[in-house]
């Protein structure tokens, strides 16, 4: 049973949390061509991949060796945990909800046919940092999983 939950756990994590990653970048190209509908369906499709990255956190448990007393006691695992707690917790209440409101204030803009600059570019930036430190704490992960220090 420990192949096959490793195996969901790292097939899950390629295409949960690449996406999870990826699309608040592709939102940011939408941002700048002041696309207000793209950028609304890159807000909710990367809030989904976010929420379904929890399958991967319940499949990595599963595939963790429980014959041992004390599989959290690793460093790496509950570093890892702490780790994607942070970049699920930036995903979901940083740059999903600047990815709505910047949709938002492109669609006003758009409707009202002017371009407000400074709000675009406030909403681009928190797309950007945000989605940047997410996929570092991600990517942080990741070498944990592959290092498995003491």
């Known amino acids: ?13 390629v295409f949960i949390v690449g996406p999870m990653a990826i699309l608040p970048m592709s939102a940011m190209r939408s941002i700048r061509a ?35 007393n004390a599989p959290f006691a690793s460093t ?5 945990i702490v780790l994607y707690a ?10 999903i909800p600047a990815m709505k409101s910047t949709s938002e204030l492109l669609a006003e803009q758009s409707a009202s046919g002017s371009r407000v600059a400074g709000a675009k570019v406030a909403g681009y930036s928190r797309v950007a940092m945000g989605s940047g430190i997410a996929s570092l704490l991600l990517v942080a992960v990741v070498v944990l999983m592959v290092l498995k220090p003491a």
């Open 1 to 13: 049973m420990e192949p096959l939950l490793s195996t969901l756990h790292v097939v899950s994590g």
């Open 86 to 95: 942070a970049a699920l917790a930036v995903s979901l209440f940083l740059v």
């Open 34 to 68: 002041g696309e207000a509908g793209q950028v609304a369906a890159l807000a909710k499709s990367t809030n989904i991949f976010t929420l379904l990255s929890l399958l991967v956190v319940l499949f990595g448990f599963g595939a963790l060796d429980f014959r041992d």
């Open 76 to 80: 790496w695992v509950w570093l890892s």
